[in-house]
């Protein structure tokens, strides 16, 4: 199987990686990343390779990247579940307990499950794209059925405070956004 590259740039709005079609619109100091195609499915944009390599590149010049830049993951997990096993034994009693992690009190508590999951995630992926962000979301309210927020789908907090958490994780490793 013949394999084809896509460059893709990450789009604001939809929170997410898109193919470049037109070189015109990237800015200056744009993340950029490029992604493996299989020929078969090169006209559909979801069917991509996990392994990506991601590159940040001024617009003017062209795209190149070094060896340092590339880095090579697992393959995304579907469907994502919740790390359980890599939970401190104080977190493992706190949720034992039924502790509402969403209560502002239990902020050190919220942190350390979010440390957890996001941890475990760059393994994977360091910047898992909104889909999958939403799955990290949901595996904690699958997990632990008490900490499903009792308005919207339930974990909407949780999306907001995974994409924050992912960004410290991602600082703390050296990445940069």
Same mark, same amino acid.
């Given at each position: 199987?013949?394999?084809?590259?896509?460059?893709?740039?990450?789009?604001?709005?939809?929170?997410?990686?898109?193919?470049?079609?037109?070189?015109?619109?990237?800015?200056?100091?744009?993340?950029?990343?490029? /992604?493996?195609?299989? $020929? %078969?499915?090169?006209? *559909?944009?979801?069917?991509? +390779?996990?392994?990506?390599? #991601?590159? /940040?590149?001024?617009? $003017? %010049?062209?795209?190149? *990247?070094?060896?340092?830049? +590339?880095?090579?993951?697992? #393959?995304?997990?579907?469907?994502?579940?919740?790390?359980?096993?890599?939970?401190?034994?104080?977190?493992?009693?706190?949720?034992?307990?039924?502790?509402?992690?969403?209560?502002?009190?239990?902020?050190?508590?919220?942190?350390?499950?979010?440390?957890?999951?996001?941890?475990?995630?760059?393994?994977?992926?360091?910047?898992?794209?909104?889909?999958?962000?939403?799955?990290?979301?949901?595996?904690?309210?699958?997990?632990?059925?008490?900490?499903?927020?009792?308005?919207?789908?339930?974990?909407?907090?949780?999306?907001?405070?995974?994409?924050?958490?992912?960004?410290?994780?991602?600082?703390?490793?050296?990445?940069?956004?």
């Amino acid at each position: 199987m013949a394999t084809e590259f896509a460059l893709q740039y990450f789009d604001q709005e939809w929170q997410s990686y898109v193919n470049v079609e037109d070189y015109s619109i990237l800015q200056d100091r744009t993340k950029l990343r490029t /992604v493996s195609m299989h $020929t %078969q499915s090169r006209h *559909s944009q979801g069917d991509v +390779s996990s392994n990506a390599t #991601e590159v /940040v590149a001024n617009a $003017t %010049q062209d795209v190149a *990247s070094d060896s340092s830049a +590339s880095t090579s993951f697992s #393959e995304w997990p579907s469907p994502f579940v919740f790390p359980v096993k890599a939970l401190s034994p104080h977190l493992v009693d706190a949720l034992d307990k039924r502790i509402n992690l969403c209560n502002p009190k239990q902020r050190y508590l919220r942190g350390l499950l979010l440390q957890t999951l996001c941890s475990e995630a760059v393994k994977f992926k360091t910047h898992p794209d909104h889909r999958e962000k939403v799955e990290m979301a949901k595996s904690i309210t699958l997990a632990f059925p008490h900490l499903k927020e009792p308005v919207g789908r339930g974990y909407d907090g949780w999306l907001a405070s995974v994409v924050d958490c992912l960004k410290s994780t991602r600082r703390q490793l050296g990445v940069i956004d």
